[in-house]
């Protein structure tokens, strides 16, 4: 059954108030009220499972500046990519430990930027643990919607994801439904397998606007479904059952044309819910280098928007969850 409110997630805490999966973004994120928070998840050499947005962490940390770290800088292919940077698989958990977070977009978030190496990487048991603890704390449930990234490529180097991730889970308490867990991939073979395994947890397929998810890709071509297709009515036949939900890029709901204008909601939303399936969308976010063109005002990239009038058309769609930056103007949006 959708829910009378969407759940309000913290995309990688707070990051619209401080650099992303810092600490004090998921303290923050506590604070304003979300219901769950998004640690996304990479490895390190040693096997640890790491809370960065990518596995290429120039941007969201420190790592460029340490001279004791200049000759890890290479370039990889990940998921088809040429990256040049450094990679949270060249560097053991120790000296991960060692870097400070920064903010990912100086230039639309001055002010978070003003949190720049403050606070160290943080592990996906460090994230695990503040929920529990913020949980109690506030006398509430707070859940994770935990996003594995890369698990293909971590397996072309020798690491099995879903294996890490279900120790991890078990060791800390987060397996069997103590609290609200949903786990997230843009890859359906690490969802399908951490089933397997009895993982107890809402499973949710990422979808792309465009492009093909790398797993089947790699596996059968060409003759993979593209992300588009497996949001379309047939692809999503496919789906149910198999998982719990869809995660999708707001685009899909909002459809714009290409002068960036919307004429009201996809069916994306109603094709899913009539196949027993959840809907998430990502990102909810009101400055106006995010908005779609219709909805940006004045002022730079880093001003706020009608964000109001973008989001009432993702809410009245009828999605069961948002990913927001901003915790508190999310909570009030879609709670109020």
Known sequence: ????????????????????????????????????????????????????????????????????????????????????????????????????????????????????????????????????????????????????????????????????????????????????????????????????RGIRAAYVYLLEASGRPFDLYSTHGKAALTYRQTAAPAGLDGLAGRVDGISVDKRTILAPDKLGRTSGASRVVADAHARGLRVFTWTCRPENRFLIGQFRGRGGPEAFGDWEAEWGIIRDAGVDGVFVDHPDLGVSFFHG
């Open 1 to 196: 059954m959708p829910r009378r409110h969407p759940l309000v997630i913290g995309h990688r805490g707070a990051p619209g108030y401080r650099p992303e999966h810092s600490r004090s973004s998921y303290a923050l994120a506590f604070a304003m009220g979300v219901g769950a928070v998004e640690p996304d998840i990479v490895v390190s050499r040693d096997g640890v499972l790491v809370v960065r947005h990518e596995n290429e962490i120039s941007g969201t940390t420190d790592v460029a500046q340490r001279p004791e770290f200049a000759d890890r800088r290479t370039t990889k292919t990940v998921d088809g990519v040429a990256l040049t940077g450094w990679f949270t698989e060249d560097f053991t958990w120790d000296e991960l430990a060692t870097l400070r977070c920064r903010e990912r977009i100086p230039d639309v978030r001055a002010s978070s930027a003003s949190f720049d190496d403050e606070q160290p990487v943080l592990r996906l048991r460090d994230v695990l643990d503040a929920v529990r603890e913020a949980s109690l704390e506030q006398g509430r449930e707070i859940g994770v919607v935990l996003e594995i990234k890369h698990a293909t490529y971590f397996a072309s180097i020798g690491w099995d994801v879903a294996a890490l991730v279900d120790a991890e889970l078990r060791d800390a308490r987060w397996a069997s439904g103590e609290l609200p867990l949903t786990i997230e991939a843009f890859e359906s073979t690490v969802l399908f397998a951490l089933q397997e």
